[in-house]
């Protein structure tokens, strides 16, 4: 079968998410039956007492006491990132780098050797580095993601692998599985960004992994109105996370935020599929057309990672690469600006389909350096209707045709 037609047939993990993502298990009771919750916008719980504030301060974890360690409408949103995961337990934090910093530095000490596996996201990347500049914790990068490599790179110093499967902007799929089974005969914690995938499209937990982060920000917000960060795992691993890094780091997520996170969720179940049915029609397009080459998505994969995918994904979302053939950065100015349904700008997930690239005109050495071709455009593809995508990157490729000589 066409790996892009095998998906969403899981119908015990639609139905199991889709009750995540719904009401039902929501304390409706406890605030007059609203079937939306309440914004329990405070800052602290007062006590009936001063014995009760005694006994809540010996169970701090589970209690309403503060904002800063447990809220109501945050924690609505914590227990259904936990189920839509498969995990025992989630904290949620300001941002996902917030969420990033508080696993690296709650598992990480002086000299402790972390792996950052296959492409991962810049400013993670970045966080690794200064702590291993302030710190001296020291790590590897293996870009290509076979366990050969990794295994090469473990010493009885890594405390910790961290991956993103697809990678950023290769997209890359790495075995989920077999990497949780090395770490584990090594003793070592295995974490994942899945912020690509969203729980609906993968659950790494129930392939072997240790620790899942996601930016809330993204997919699972869904409209581009929040910023938001969530880490689930086990209850044990929690206790490390949440007393070091979410009380004392402090980068906790405001119950606004968490309600419009909330609010997203309901529809995730309804906005996944929209994405990849667009996303594939896009890329259904983008393979008519002779000036693309490198077509970066998960369905374009080979067929040694279709293997992989089937084994760890059950659907695609929408942010991918492509190259405009011999592009540099006129190519790519040109091809953007005449876009109009697709907004110029950073970050994805939301409702409006957006594009960029990472060739800024003064980088191009840089670029090279990294194997990014100057002609890369990457996309969002939101909710809007196929058509009217197409429509648009059809008008685009006219552009850069009518081009003026001298400016290619
Ligand atoms: C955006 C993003 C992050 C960071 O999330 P913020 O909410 O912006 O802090 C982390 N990982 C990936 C893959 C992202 O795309």
């Known amino acids: 079968m066409e790996i892009s037609k095998m998906f969403l047939k899981n119908d015990d993990v639609i139905t199991d998410d889709n009750l995540a993502c719904s009401g039902l298990d929501e304390p409706h009771e406890r605030y007059f039956g609203a079937v939306s919750a309440p914004i329990i916008q405070t800052s602290l719980f007062v006590q009936k007492n001063y014995q009760a504030y005694c006994d809540d301060m010996q169970h701090e974890a589970e209690r309403y006491i503060y904002s800063r360690g447990l809220n109501p409408t945050v924690q ?8 839509l995961e498969r995990g025992e337990t989630c904290r949620c934090f300001a941002s996902g780098m917030g969420a990033i910093s508080a696993v690296l530095m709650a598992n990480l000490n002086s000299a402790d050797h972390i792996i950052l596996v296959n492409n991962v996201y810049g400013p993670a990347q970045a966080l690794v580095r200064q702590m291993a500049e ?7 990068i293996v870009l290509d993601g076979t366990l ?18 697809p990678g950023t902007m290769t997209m890359n799929i790495v075995d989920l599985k077999a990497i949780a089974a090395l770490a584990r005969a090594h003793n070592i914690t295995t974490v994942i960004d899945n912020t690509w995938a969203t729980p609906l499209f993968q659950k790494p937990l ?33 206790t490390a996370i949440r007393d070091f890094s979410h009380q004392l780091l402090g980068a906790v997520l405001s119950p606004f935020a968490a309600w419009l996170l909330l609010r997203g969720l309901r529809t995730l179940p309804v906005r996944m599929p929209r994405h990849q049915d667009n996303t594939l029609q896009v890329i ?10 490198n077509i970066r998505h998960p369905s374009m994969a080979t067929p040694e990672q279709q293997f992989i995918i089937r084994q760890q994904m059950y659907g695609f979302s929408g942010l991918f690469a492509f190259e405009i053939r011999g592009g540099n950065f006129e ?35 840089a670029l090279a350096a990294d194997n990014i071709a100057s002609g890369l ?32």
């Open 134 to 140: 302030k710190f001296g914790v020291k790590y590897d």
């Open 331 to 365: 190519t790519v100015k040109w091809f953007i600006d005449a876009c109009r349904m697709f907004k110029v700008g950073c970050s994805w997930g939301g409702y409006e389909s957006l594009i960029i690239s990472p060739n800024r005109g003064y980088n191009e050495p």
């Open 76 to 83: 609505m949103v914590e227990d259904k990132l936990a189920k």
């Open 206 to 238: 129930t392939l072997g992994f240790d620790i899942v982060i996601h930016s809330c920000t993204k997919y699972l917000g869904g409209h581009s109105d929040l910023i938001a960060g969530a880490v689930i795992t086990s209850h044990e691993r929690m």
């Open 377 to 408: 455009i990457r996309l969002s593809i939101g909710q809007e209707s196929p058509a009217l995508l197409i429509a648009d990157l059809d008008a685009a490729f006219a552009a850069i045709a009518d081009m003026p000589k001298g400016e290619e």
């Open 284 to 293: 259904e397009y983008l393979k008519t057309r002779p000036e693309v080459e």
């Open 148 to 165: 050969e490599s990794i295994a090469r790179k473990i010493t009885p110093a890594t405390r910790m692998i961290y991956t993103e499967s």
